[in-house]
C-alpha cells in the first residue's frame, strides 16, 4: 500500500483537525503518499481531493472544526454512488483510507468494503456525543463537555442571582452522555437523558422540596432527546404545576460542536489517527480504532454499528446524590 487517504464525515466535532494531523503525519513518517478528501463520502464521489504534505497540517491541531469540512451524501447510500466513489479511489491508486466520522460513517465504509473489498477502510470515532461502542471516549467529546460545563457555570451565576430555576438544554438526541458529565460538574440538581425514563413528578417533588428549603435556585441539565421533551416543553409541564418558580430556559445548540480542542482532545485524537495509520498499513482493515482503559483496541464494524456504549447508571446516581 503506497497512497492512502483521509476524510471526515457526517458530525463534525473538535479534535477531528488533530486526528487529521495525525494520519497525513503519520503516513508520510512511513513512507507513504497522503490524500485528503474534502467532505466526506460526497467529496470522495465528486473527486475533491488532494495530496497532503506535512505542511498541509502545520498550525491545526488546536483548530475546532475540520479543514476536510464535512458532509452528509445520500448519493453514498446507492450502489451507483460508491462505485462512482471506488473509480475515483482506483483512478488516484488509494488503497487504504482513514474515515473519521460516527457510526453512520461506519455503516457506509462496511457496506462499501463489502462490495470493494480491494480498498481497506479503518475508522477513528468523531462525534461530540460518545456513544460509539468500542472505546472509552470519541474524538469531540471531552471538549463539547467542557464547553457545556462552562456555559452552565456561567448560567449559575445569574441563577444564584435571582432565585430562578434553569433547564439547560445540551446536545444529544439519542445520548445523554454530554448531559450527565456536564451535570455532574456544575453541581446541577437534577438530569434529564433519553437513556433514564424521565418521572415528572418526582422532578416536580423534589424542586419543590428545594423550594420549601429556600434553595431556590436549581439547575436542571437536560439532553435535547429526553423522552419528557427539550427543555422548553419540561419547563412548561412545571411551570404548570409551579408557578411560583420563576423559570427560564437556555438551549446552548452549536456553541457545543466548535472551539479549541481540549488537551484530552488532542492527545487522544492524535493517538488514535496515528494507530490507525499503522494498523492500515500491516493490513488491518473494516475496524474501528478506539481506546479501552488506556488501551488501543480495534472493534469490527459490524459490533461499532450495532451496538452502542452504554450510560454509566452509577454516574446518574451520583447527580441524585450530591444534589
Ligand atoms: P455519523 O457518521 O456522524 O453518524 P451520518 O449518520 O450522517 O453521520 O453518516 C455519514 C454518512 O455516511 C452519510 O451521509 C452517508 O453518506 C454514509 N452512510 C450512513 N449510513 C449509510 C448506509 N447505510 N449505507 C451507505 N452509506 C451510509
Known sequence: MQRIAVFTSGGDAPGMNACIRAVVRTGIAMGKEVYGIRRGYAGMIEEDLFRMEKSSVSNIIQLGGTILQSARSEEFKTPEGRKKAYEVLQKHGIEGVVAIGGDGTFRGARIFMD?????????????????????????????????????????????????????????????????????????????????????????INMLEDNFHKKKRASIVVVAEGDDAGGAFQIAAQVKEKC?????????????????????????????????????????????????????????????????????????????????
Open 115 to 203: 462490495e470493494y473489498p480491494d480498498i481497506a477502510l479503518i475508522g477513528v470515532p468523531g462525534t461530540i456525543d460518545n456513544d460509539l461502542y468500542g472505546t472509552d471516549f470519541t474524538i469531540g467529546y471531552d471538549t463539547a463537555i467542557n464547553t457545556a460545563m462552562n456555559a452552565i457555570d456561567n448560567i449559575k451565576d445569574t441563577a444564584n442571582a435571582h432565585n430562578r430555576l434553569f433547564f439547560i438544554e445540551v446536545m444529544g438526541r439519542d445520548a445523554g452522555f454530554i448531559a450527565l458529565r456536564s451535570a455532574i460538574a456544575t453541581g446541577a440538581e437534577a438530569v434529564l437523558i433519553p437513556e433514564d425514563k424521565t418521572e415528572m413528578e418526582e422532578l
Open 243 to 323: 408557578p411560583q418558580f420563576d423559570i427560564r430556559c437556555t438551549v446552548l445548540g452549536h456553541i457545543q460542536r466548535g472551539g479549541r480542542p481540549t488537551c484530552m482532545e488532542r492527545v487522544l485524537a492524535s493517538r488514535l489517527g496515528m494507530e490507525a495509520v499503522k494498523a492500515l498499513l500491516v493490513g488491518t482493515k473494516s475496524v474501528m480504532v478506539g481506546e479501552i482503559h488506556r488501551q488501543i483496541v480495534f472493534t469490527p464494524f459490524e459490533q461499532a454499528t450495532k451496538y452502542h456504549q452504554r450510560i454509566n447508571p452509577d454516574l446518574i446516581e451520583m447527580v441524585e446524590l450530591l444534589a
